[in-house]
């Protein structure tokens, strides 16, 4: 077991893990070993050194089972992080996923520390069991927390996390940070909601609520990738030459792009020349009103180019059925 035990609950740091912990999750050997062997565990103190300063971050609390410390020595004209130390409060998974942490931050600049996941971490640990993911969590939030303490910036990444409504009251997790937790690792069900947060894993009261938020963001994501999906087929349609041989109908919206491309690509070039212009007013159905402007205005022939120079190319374009007027400007 890594340290002694009265020097380990001073510091933060591991508990002994009995045994029969082992027999109930699937560790990786990578796990095990950084649990048996922690990297990095430890204080970094504040130096007088030029050139270095220290930064702290703490996230997780004893009272809830799980607490961490991150350490980081910065130099301060290049970002880099020197050293990287931890102090923790927790199981096996814990524990290894500090000293992960720590192994994998060593090096980078905090900007290319930041972009570390909690997936990262699990990662480089060789998988963790999924009801033990809280604590890749926890790594990477008390990485966050230390970087935005050492810049004297307020946590931007997840400062509403405290700001949503209370669901789990037996580990003050909010539906903001459920939300959040759900979107940024594909959660779908309660249950993993709490290996991920712990939300849930108390009383209990609160799964139902769990469940009503995810299947909120799974309405939400689903909404969002049709949105750019029919983004795409927009784009799509408009970079096609066959535009007319859409296979859905037109949205408002592609309806009026697709008839303002043909009148600034194949229309207003031809009117333009012979001294005339074009301007789409409105769009009602397949009704398109349009100000004839410059000499299409007062040409006596403006009817003439409403149907043939307009008309017929929207038809031939996007669809039979238009028919376009012209209104006064």
Not at 16 to 42: A, C, I, R
Not at 207 to 234: F, S
Not at 265 to 287: F, H, K, S, W
Request: overall charge negative; charged content about 25%.
């Amino acid at each position: 077991m890594p340290g002694n035990p009265s020097t380990t609950v001073a510091h933060l740091s591991p508990l002994s893990t009995q045994h029969s912990e082992f027999n109930m999750w699937d560790y990786t050997d990578k796990v095990l070993e950084l649990f048996y062997d922690p990297k990095n565990q430890g204080v970094i103190e504040e130096t007088s050194e030029p050139g270095v300063k220290v930064a702290t971050g703490e996230v997780g609390s004893i009272s809830c089972g799980d607490a961490l410390r991150l350490h980081l020595k910065v130099e301060v004209e290049s970002d880099k992080i020197l050293d990287a130390r931890f102090q923790t409060f927790g199981c096996t998974s814990a524990i290894a996923s500090s000293s992960a942490l720590t192994e994998m931050v060593k090096g980078l600049t905090l900007d290319e520390a930041l972009k570390v996941s909690n997936k990262d971490i699990a990662n480089y640990l060789g998988g963790l069991p999924e009801a033990k993911m809280h604590c890749s969590v926890m790594g990477q939030e008390a990485l966050e927390a230390a970087i935005y303490n050492y810049r004297g910036i307020p946590l931007a990444a997840h400062d509403d996390d405290d700001e949503g409504v209370l669901i789990c009251s037996c580990f003050g997790i909010t539906d903001t940070k459920i939300r959040r937790v759900v979107k940024e690792n594909n959660l779908t069900t309660a249950e993993q909601v709490t290996n991920y947060v712990k939300a849930g894993g108390g009383c209990g009261s609160c799964l139902t609520k769990i469940d009503d938020i995810i299947k909120d963001v799974e309405q939400e994501v689903a909404t969002t990738t049709k949105n750019a999906n029919n983004g795409i087929k927009t784009a799509e349609i408009l970079n096609s030459g066959q535009i007319a041989t859409a296979t859905r109908p037109l949205t408002n919206v592609q309806k009026i792009a697709l008839i303002q491309k043909v009148l600034d690509e194949e229309v207003r070039p031809v009117l333009i020349a012979d001294g005339g212009d074009v301007e789409l007013y409105d769009i009602e159905g397949n009704t398109v009103k349009v100000i004839l402007k410059g000499a299409c205005g007062s040409c006596s022939s403006s009817t003439a180019t409403l149907k043939i120079a307009i008309e017929s190319r929207l038809r031939d374009r996007i669809s039979k059925d238009i028919v376009v007027q012209a209104v006064e400007p």
